[in-house]
């Protein structure tokens, strides 16, 4: 099956910084997404983003489909952005998504 | 409001006794899944339904079973749960098998 891989495992923060998380992909992809996994436990999704890019506020991601990765930016981090993200690819030949083991980010004030 | 609900959020139970999580999605979704997460080995899928009766096996099916006799229900069912089976487990939905999947907030289970 697909492999996702993502780096870096953690991050630590201060209040104010940017960062670029990192999804490599093994194959071909009919979906890509990026979810927040928030301190209780929720998945929030932020982006489907198979391929191009995409904003939303502070948050910002971008999938070079041919390269088979995907990067989540984000800019002006916030205490709120802690939790664990995670990258998740659904390959042309399966049904199912296939997470990434996710990164760690804290957030310091 | 869009969502997917899963119910229960919590629940703690002894090995044997049989349960269902049941999973409601109100988006008229065709695609349905369930998943589990453990640390160390992320998440993985249990089942998923293509459409109203349409069911098949993910990479963890032992030990759980599903239904799908409407479109917005699809009830995760462990007939004798086992200490093993403890885990957070999500139910997703979306269009089909390649548009954006939505979560449920989840549900808890501890085997005791």
């Known amino acids: 099956g697909i492999q996702v891989e993502q780096s870096p495992p953690d991050l630590i923060l201060q209040e104010g910084a940017n960062s670029t998380l990192r999804c490599n992909f093994s194959?071909?992809?009919?979906?890509l997404q990026w979810f927040h996994q928030n301190p209780w436990g929720q998945l929030i999704n932020l982006f489907y983003i198979p391929s191009g890019t995409k904003q939303n506020g502070r948050l910002s991601a971008t999938t070079v489909a041919t390269e088979r990765y995907s990067l989540l930016y984000i800019s002006s981090s916030q205490t709120t952005d802690s939790g664990v993200y995670f990258c998740?690819?659904?390959?042309?030949?399966?049904?199912?998504?296939?997470f990434g083991a996710g990164t760690t980010v804290t957030v310091r004030a | 409001e869009a969502q997917v609900t899963q119910n229960p959020r919590y629940l703690i139970t002894v090995t044997g006794k049989k349960l269902t999580v049941t999973c409601s999605q109100n988006?008229?979704?065709?695609?349905m899944s369930w998943y589990r997460q453990d640390p160390g080995l992320g998440l993985r899928q249990i089942y998923y339904s293509m459409n109203v009766e349409v069911t098949d096996k993910g990479d963890v099916p032992e030990g759980y079973k599903v239904s799908r006799k409407e479109k917005r229900n699809f009830p995760l069912i462990l007939e004798s749960p086992s200490p093993n089976q403890t885990s957070l487990y999500f139910c997703?939905?979306?269009?089909?098998?390649?548009?954006?999947?939505?979560f449920g907030q989840g549900t808890r289970l501890t085997v005791v």
């Open positions: 988006m008229n979704h065709e695609y």
């Open positions: 998740a690819a659904l390959p042309k030949s399966d049904y199912k998504l296939s």
């Open positions: 997703a939905s979306s269009w089909n098998r390649n548009t954006e999947a939505f």
């Open positions: 194959d071909s992809v009919n979906n």
